[in-house]
């Protein structure tokens, strides 16, 4: 394999992880109730999560994927389907400072809930 298309494997391949990454602090909840021990590894990466979009973090994921970006030769708003589909998933043009904030305290809320429901559900009430 060349190098420009060993970066880009490699672009995509951090992408799709950071979107999968995103996928489960949203929703992985839903596997910690079926699976409690998740937790252990679900409630750190909400943590994360919100911190990220509370404060405007730049998640590490985003210049590793950039790095490999430039190194395979492909322009962040190329025409490839992939990069655009991905782009758009997990950074929204519309995504401002303000909208990061309620997402972050949307996560949160609704983290919150999934877990007081599992606790409820443990405690038998």
Avoid at 2 to 19: E, I, K, Q, W
């Amino acid at each position: 394999m060349g190098d420009g298309l060993t970066f880009r494997v490699l672009a995509y391949a951090v992408m799709v992880a950071h979107a999968a990454f995103v996928l489960f602090v949203v929703a992985g909840g839903v596997a910690v109730r079926w699976s409690p021990r998740l937790a252990w590894i679900h409630l750190p990466c909400v943590f994360w999560g919100i911190v990220v979009e509370a404060f405007g973090l730049t998640c590490p994921l985003t210049p590793l994927e950039n790095e490999f970006r430039a190194r395979a030769g492909i322009d962040p708003y190329a025409g490839d389907f992939l990069i655009h589909l991905m782009d758009s998933m997990i950074y929204p043009g519309w995504l401002t400072r303000d909208i990061q904030v309620v997402l972050a305290v949307i996560v949160a809320a609704v983290n919150v809930a999934v877990y007081g429901s599992l606790l409820v559900r443990k405690r038998g009430c």
